[in-house]
């Protein structure tokens, strides 16, 4: 394969181009029904892990649209019918409902929906393509089950953070609940 410089070779710069020329199309069209101005967002092919891809607005400052470069590589097609317009509907959700609502929410489904594409929080794709590295889960329970937490979100409670669970609504708390029969 021909290269072209450090950013990649002429296939994958080829690549990114289409993912900028998909993202341009659909902000012009949810412009156009949404009736509102959605900010030319910085494009970046920068994300790694699990994520395909991420929607980083700010009130004041640029929007960034960040694609993880290993998952498009593995599943272009799908990655152009459905991360691209996820992430695209972010933008102009946020721009047209503000940015307190939910990420996932209604006006996020509906714009999916407009574009063609079914409204699902998370992609299907194989994951043995990125990064060997996987995150470590740790036990937490709340008053009704046991949950298990990345060490991501189990560093954020050790810092303080709190979750809580969708079905009780109580905080979860480390380890696993002290009423299970095997409980270590």
């Known amino acids: 394969m021909p290269t072209t410089s450090h950013h990649g070779t002429a296939d994958e710069q080829a690549l990114q181009q289409t993912v900028r020329e998909r993202t341009r199309h659909l902000l012009t069209a949810a412009e156009s029904w949404l009736r ?26 640029p929007c960034i649209i960040r694609f993880n470069p290993v998952l498009l590589r593995a599943n272009r097609a799908s990655f152009l019918a459905d991360t691209v ?4 509907a972010h933008l102009a959700a946020f721009a047209r409902h503000g940015l307190r609502i939910r990420p996932h929410g209604p006006e996020w489904q509906a714009i999916m929906r407009y574009f063609g594409v079914k409204p699902e929080r998370c992609h299907r794709y194989d994951l043995s393509a990125t990064s060997g590295r996987t995150l470590r889960e740790f036990d937490y329970h709340c008053d009704c089950r046991e949950h298990r937490l990345s060490s991501i ?18 905080p979860l708390r480390p380890g696993p609940r002290p009423d299970r029969a095997d409980a270590r």
Request: some cysteine; overall charge positive; charged content about 20%.
């Open 85 to 88: 317009p996820h992430e695209v």
């Open 36 to 61: 509102v101005a959605i900010p030319e967002p910085q494009i970046l092919f920068d994300l790694r892990g699990r994520a395909a891809g991420q929607a980083r607005l700010a009130p004041r400052g």
């Open 153 to 170: 979100r189990h560093n954020r409670a050790l810092a303080g953070g709190i979750y809580i669970c969708r079905h009780c609504a109580t």
